[in-house]
């Protein structure tokens, strides 16, 4: 149980912060040798000064994004805990959150090639940095990390406009849509199968990552250049196995990332099967309804895939860049309406 140093003032700061179920964990998951030395000291000297508490500066990041805090406010409570809770001063949090951010480019969107946006270009270096920060924390509780990993995730993208925060007349954006592609890490566990981590709540937005924030309204030429630019990345780190050195240790990480952040509307886009009645099968809405196919699996078989799309898309493909379209022609084009946008079926 989490006790408050024995001061008003600093009882009520304490308690505020202490409200919160991650600061109370932050605050008592010290590192277990550091405490076995101090306890050491103290009954040697019989000093209590050095019993002062301090948050390293990973916890600080973690406190500081979890609660919002500005740094007015983290300043705060930096002076109104002292001295029985240390806090580093802001130039090293600065300092040491550039040397955990993957690099950034400004994302120019066609015609025009304007700065829109913002995203990380390279995806080995988001991954990598990833699991370098689940193996630091691993490490920091006594786990031992084979160096042989399957580290999992997902992403996808997603556009915005209907929001009022858009659209207030205080906003600095000079348009009211932002398009974003995020990842999620799911896990990494050892190539035995061994759960070192697991992301329990994969759901909320606080997992949520960054790789790309553009300010431009989701369209299908939009999600092409996306597309264009990920995807290479993306089924590179599928295909083989990722090494790198942390610590003077050799990684290897096998690299699953799954594409299922999206919704229906981009599937469809991405898909080109704008007339098609499922994404997944190549059924009729009245096949559906009828008991006999119905009882019949393989009527229903998942054997749509983007290889398969894009060969029927090849195969439909006119002089004109159009593709061939006919009455009654469900059969031959599948719901095929447009040009697909994605090469990956994972998700």
């Known amino acids: 149980m989490t006790t408050a140093p024995k001061n008003t003032a600093s009882d009520w700061a304490f308690a505020i912060l202490t409200s919160d179920p991650v600061f109370v964990k932050l605050y008592d998951c010290m590192d277990n040798k550091k405490l ?3 306890g050491k000291e103290l009954y040697e000297t019989k000093n209590i000064e050095d019993s002062k508490r301090s948050l390293d500066l990973d916890k600080t990041l973690a406190l500081k994004n979890h609660l919002d805090m500005s740094t007015n406010h983290k300043n705060f409570c930096k002076r109104f805990l002292s001295p029985y809770l240390s806090i580093p001063n802001e130039k090293y949090i600065r300092a040491y959150s550039n040397t955990i951010l ?3 480019c400004v994302w120019k969107t066609a015609p025009d ?14 991954v990598c940095l990833t699991i370098k920060r689940l193996v630091e924390m691993l490490q920091k509780q006594n786990v031992v990390v084979p160096t042989s990993l399957i580290y999992r995730e997902k992403c996808g993208h997603d556009g915005a406009g209907s929001m009022s925060m858009y659209k207030s007349v205080n906003s ?3 348009t009211a849509n932002i398009f974003s592609k995020m990842f999620v890490p799911l896990s990494l566990k050892a190539a035995s199968g061994e759960v070192l981590w697991i992301n329990d709540t994969p759901n ?15 369209s299908k030429d939009l999600l092409h250049f996306v597309n264009t630019v990920f995807e290479p990345g993306e089924n590179d ?5 990722m090494g790198f050195i942390h610590n003077s240790i050799k990684y290897e990480v096998k690299v699953i990332i799954e594409t299922s952040m999206k919704d229906l509307k981009i599937r469809t886009m991405e898909s080109g099967l704008g007339g098609a009645d499922c994404l997944l099968c190549t059924s009729r809405r009245a096949d559906w309804k009828d008991l006999t196919k119905i009882s019949d699996p393989d009527v229903f078989a998942i054997n749509r895939t983007a290889a398969k799309t894009l060969d029927l898309y090849k195969q439909l493909l006119n002089d004109d860049g159009e593709i061939e379209k006919s009455k009654n022609d469900y059969e031959v084009r599948q719901g095929l309406t447009s040009e697909p ?5 994972n998700g």
Do not use: N, Q
């Open 172 to 174: 600095p954006m000079e």
């Open 341 to 345: 946008l994605s090469s990956t079926d």
């Open 113 to 126: 090639y304007e700065p829109t946006g913002v995203f990380i270009p390279s995806r080995e270096d988001v």
């Open 102 to 104: 993957p690099e950034t």
């Open 204 to 218: 909320s937005s606080r997992w949520c990552r960054p790789l790309a924030l553009i300010a431009v309204k989701e």
């Open 237 to 241: 780190l599928r295909k083989d196995d």
């Open 36 to 38: 076995a030395a101090l």
